[in-house]
């Protein structure tokens, strides 16, 4: 069993920054794959980033590349997503979500239907 927690949203304007966290706990947390989503209102969810267990890879959606980084922590069990030159269109529901350590996550880090443990989501919100 994982848990995920994430913290670190809120409210911000264009142009501005915030970094989500993602503290996981479990037995095998720190060698999980981890993934970031987001959904705004009425729209499906959608991937954000991703990065495998040792943070040696890392990938993201073309609407964040450039702006979004994604990073990890082992020692403290915890994933971030550092969030910069922010656009009303990020606005919306950020998850973050663990998948097991595997070989398909190469090539399937974006199928959010593949990741096993889901946390409880934490509301980004960019005004113009």
């Known amino acids: 069993q994982v848990q995920l927690v994430e913290s670190g949203g809120g409210l911000v304007q264009a142009g501005g920054s915030l970094r989500l966290s993602c503290a996981a706990s479990?037995?095998?947390?720190?060698?999980?794959?981890m993934g970031w989503f987001r959904q705004a209102p009425g729209k499906e969810r959608d991937f954000v980033a991703a990065?495998?267990?040792?943070?040696?890879?890392?990938y993201y959606a073309d609407s964040v590349k450039g702006r979004f980084t994604i990073s990890r922590d082992n020692a403290k069990n915890t994933v971030y997503l550092q969030m910069n030159s922010l656009k009303p269109e990020d606005t919306a529901v950020y998850y973050c979500a663990s998948k097991r350590k595997n070989p398909e996550f190469y090539s399937d880090y974006s199928d959010y239907t593949l990741y096993d443990y889901w946390g409880q989501g934490t509301q980004v919100t960019v005004s113009s």
């Open positions: 990065i495998n267990w040792n943070g040696h890879s890392t």
């Open positions: 479990g037995r095998t947390s720190s060698t999980l794959n």
